[in-house]
Antibody
Framework: QVTLKESGPVLVKPTETLTLTCTVSGFSLSDARMGVSWIRQPPGKALEWLAHIYSNDGKAYSTSLKSRLSISKDTSKSQVVLTLTNMDPVDTATYYC????????????WGQGTMVTVSS | DIQMTQSPSSLSASVGDRITITCRASQYISNYLNWYQQQPGKAPQVLIYGASTLHSGVPSRFSGSGSGTDFTLTISGLQPEDFATYYCQQTYINVKTFGQGTKVEVK
């Protein structure tokens, strides 16, 4: 069974750096054609794609957030890590990780999401 | 970036209705278009990928069509569990953008 689970702080202060971990099971991050994305959703708003890491360690970032984002993976730990610097209250959102497991890079399995609030 | 525009933003419908949601890409994306359904408080779930391929386990009342820049999601015979928010997503380029969502509400 393929699962993904997000973990990280519930509350961060403005200007701090957010670090989130997505721990996967049921597949390997080195499997060909497998990749993991991070997506976020502010309360009551739409999904926003943030970043993606490919099995060959290639990376892609949201153009608007590229300067603040970093994605990496530790295949031995089955973890994908997202960092977002200089947090602001507008970054308050539920953060999801999701696996690309279908043709056309569709996300077939999502984590449950983790809510992050930015407040002093 | 490729912008994805969904219409309408929301719609009211009744059980049994046939509804159509459209998604337009700001540039050519072939059939790199996926549809997701999100229930309140839950993570999204894929319905259709590659514009028209139904994901395993998704009821056949859902269908997708289109290619290039214009796409549609149709639900034929709306069921109570279909009242939710629907998102399109393009994956033609590495920056994988979503539409703004369409909320399907009970009339």
């Amino acid at each position: 069974q393929v699962t993904l689970k997000e973990s990280g702080p519930v509350l961060v202060k403005p200007t701090e750096t957010l670090t989130l971990t997505c721990t996967v099971s049921g597949f390997s991050l080195s499997d060909a054609r497998m990749g993991v994305s991070w997506i976020r959703q502010p309360p009551g708003k739409a999904l926003e794609w943030l970043a993606h890491i490919y099995s060959n360690d290639g990376k892609a970032y949201s153009t608007s957030l590229k300067s603040r984002l970093s994605i990496s993976k530790d295949t031995s730990k089955s973890q994908v890590v997202l960092t977002l610097t200089n947090m602001d209250p507008v970054d308050t959102a539920t953060y999801y990780c999701a696996r690309v497991g279908l043709a056309r890079d569709a996300f077939d399995v999502w984590g449950q999401g983790t809510m992050v609030t930015v407040s002093s | 970036d490729i912008q994805m525009t969904q219409s309408p933003s929301s719609l009211s419908a009744s059980v049994g209705d046939r509804i159509t949601i459209t998604c337009r890409a700001s540039q050519y994306i072939s059939n790199y278009l996926n549809w997701y359904q999100q229930q309140p408080g839950k993570a999204p779930q894929v319905l259709i990928y590659g514009a028209s391929t139904l994901h395993s386990g998704v009821p056949s009342r859902f269908s997708g069509s289109g290619s290039g820049t214009d796409f549609t999601l149709t639900i034929s015979g709306l069921q109570p569990e279909d009242f939710a928010t629907y998102y399109c997503q393009q994956t033609y380029i590495n920056v994988k953008t979503f539409g703004q969502g369409t909320k399907v509400e009970v009339k």
